[in-house]
């Protein structure tokens, strides 16, 4: 049987864990605070966005930018205009 070694695979697992973490800690770090988190609406009334969603996305595409070749290497999203809208997440 023949073993096909993708190179730079390992690395890549690597990094993916390391964001994988960071990212968790970051999102329960503000799951932890979720009451005051500003929930705020995209075009849609029902497509709801917080400042968790943002900031964890803009994370992982932040740690991977440089980490990632080619094809893994994602873009930073620029964010539309939201409208405020103020929900209580109470626990």
């Known amino acids: 049987m023949t073993s096909h070694v993708v190179p730079g695979l390992e690395a890549r697992l690597a990094l993916a864990e390391t964001i994988g973490r960071e990212a968790g800690a970051m999102a329960l770090d503000f799951f932890a605070r979720r009451e005051t988190l500003i929930i705020e609406t995209k075009r849609d009334p029902q ?5 968790a969603d ?3 996305e803009n994370l992982i595409r932040d740690r991977d930018r440089g980490g990632l070749p080619g094809r893994w290497r994602a873009r930073r999203r620029v964010w539309p205009r939201f409208r405020p809208l103020r929900l209580h997440m109470g626990g």
């Open 47 to 51: 497509d709801l966005v917080s400042i």
């Open 54 to 56: 943002r900031e964890v």
